[in-house]
């Protein structure tokens, strides 16, 4: 079972090239574990639809799948711009002004966020994804900015700034992205991913206004600011303050160089891991298939590369939304995935006897080590809030990890958890040895080519008191 059990999961962006029920369904039978809304694009009809759409897919599959809103946050886009090209040349001063939202004539740029409160004279501004660098000159008005180019280059209609320097003091959730909350806390999202995080504050602030709204979400933190990685300090806060993180590569290399990407994403993954918290990567992973039918050389050593460093997820973006081959992606991501968990070891994390999860971590690690030791064919979890299924996915254990739970939104939250695969089932004294069954009966579960009958390791706590306190093995 577990050479054919995808252990990294795939989390697939849902846009124009996947937009119709046919698709969906075909992304999740592939091997997608979770869907993207970005909702820096769409409408809401649109969403409504394609939320739809997989929680179908995923009920003719038989098994759960997350779906993640993914916030603009202050992702600074221009307007419109004259003929949607506008040439720059290095030493030309552009005005920033908020207050417009067309660009007609002259060097008067319409931007779709007031920088004038924000920014300082000195600070850089990147356009066109760092096509385009700038810094700021002057603090012309109340809405608006002057800055000079330092290279030549061009912009069009919405492209984003970069500001790497700049202090938002917790303002990152933008009027749209409220409105984007209130809509999205009565539908049907597993996670909220919030965008162009600068410290733990952000998360915290996104927590009580979800909680406001009586969502119970998971919070996704996506790193790609400069002030977010610029100390490891930092870092750990927001992984610790949030469920789950996003390493953002595009905009962190823009903001923060690229230099620095590799190392973030490495830091990520092992700090994930140690404090129990789902690590997503993300940006390009297979981009060139948005025009090409195959993945290149360095892409599937990117992919790879992921998986052996332990991540929960690897993330598709234009590759699934605008691409003309998202479901090739798809497949040739799993094929990657699959050879490089079976063809490298996982080495596991030191126990931290001082951590504020040290019961879970001890317990965990045990079982995991034990699973592994009997050579089990599966460990089998009962978890309420998910929170053993996530301290045994930490562990990263070279089999499945098979998750019962009576709440359906833990399952759908479960789906991006490494190695797991979650089954919303009541509570029952028995959960294992029944669930085991029947994974068999349907095949799910196979026995390895030594004995007939499945070998579990179950992993479980008394329902009257918190926590989880029992390991068992059973042969079944």
């Not at 996104?206 to 600011?225: C, F, G, M, N, V």
Request: aromatic letters at 4%.
């Amino acid at each position: 079972m577990s050479k054919i059990f995808k252990r990294t999961k795939i989390l697939a962006t849902i846009g124009p090239a996947t937009s119709s029920e046919e698709k969906v369904n075909d992304l999740i039978m592939a091997g997608v574990n979770g869907c993207r809304l970005n909702f820096s694009h769409g409408d809401s009809e649109t969403r409504e639809k394609q939320i739809a759409w997989v929680r179908k897919a995923a009920k003719n599959k038989g098994r759960s799948v997350a779906m993640i809103q993914d916030l603009q946050g202050p992702k600074i886009r221009l307007g419109l711009v004259k003929n949607n090209h506008y040439d720059i040349k290095e030493g030309d001063e552009i005005i920033l002004d908020a207050n417009i939202t067309e660009h007609k004539s002259g060097n008067v740029l319409p931007v779709q966020y007031n920088l004038a409160p924000k920014v300082k004279v000195g600070e850089p501004i990147y356009m066109f994804d760092g096509k385009v660098r700038t810094h700021v000159t002057e603090i012309v008005s109340e809405t608006a900015i002057k800055v000079v180019a330092e290279n030549d280059g061009f912009v069009m209609n919405n492209k984003g700034l970069n500001l790497p320097d700049t202090d938002f003091g917790g303002d990152i959730l933008t009027p749209k992205d409220l409105a984007d909350i209130a809509w999205g806390a009565s539908r049907d999202f597993d996670y909220v991913a919030l965008s162009f995080i600068q410290c733990a504050d952000d998360i915290h602030n996104l927590r009580e206004i979800l909680r406001q709204h009586d969502s119970t979400a998971k919070i996704i933190a996506k790193i790609e600011t400069k002030k977010a990685v610029e100390s490891d300090k930092n870092l750990e806060e927001i992984v610790k303050a949030s469920d789950a993180i996003m390493v953002a590569r595009g905009d962190m290399a823009v903001e923060a160089g690229a230099e620095i990407v590799p190392i973030v994403q490495r830091k990520l993954v092992k700090m994930c891991r140690e404090h129990a918290k789902i690590c997503i990567v993300a940006t390009q992973t297979m981009g060139s298939m948005v025009d090409n039918p195959e993945p290149t050389r360095a892409e599937v050593s990117d992919v790879a590369n992921a998986v052996i460093q332990g991540a929960d997820v690897v993330m598709l973006s234009d590759e699934t939304a605008n691409g003309k081959y998202p479901l090739e992606t798809v497949k040739a991501m799993k094929k990657v995935i699959l050879y490089a968990q079976n063809n490298s070891e996982m080495q596991p994390i030191p126990h931290d006897p001082e951590s504020e999860n040290r019961d879970y971590d001890a317990i965990s690690a045990a079982a995991a080590r034990l699973a592994e030791g009997l050579k089990a064919d599966a460990i089998i979890c009962q978890s309420a809030s998910g929170a053993t299924a996530r301290a045994m996915a930490a562990q990263r254990p070279n089999l499945p990890i098979i998750t019962v739970t009576s709440n359906e939104r833990v399952a759908n939250q479960l789906a991006l958890a490494y190695a797991n695969s979650a089954f919303v089932r009541p509570y029952s004294v028995n959960f294992g040895i029944e669930l085991a069954k029947e994974l068999k009966e349907s095949g799910y579960l196979q026995t390895s080519e030594r004995r007939k009958n499945l070998k579990v390791v179950l992993v479980s706590g008394d329902r009257d008191v918190a926590g989880t306190d029992t390991i068992k093995v059973r042969s079944i």
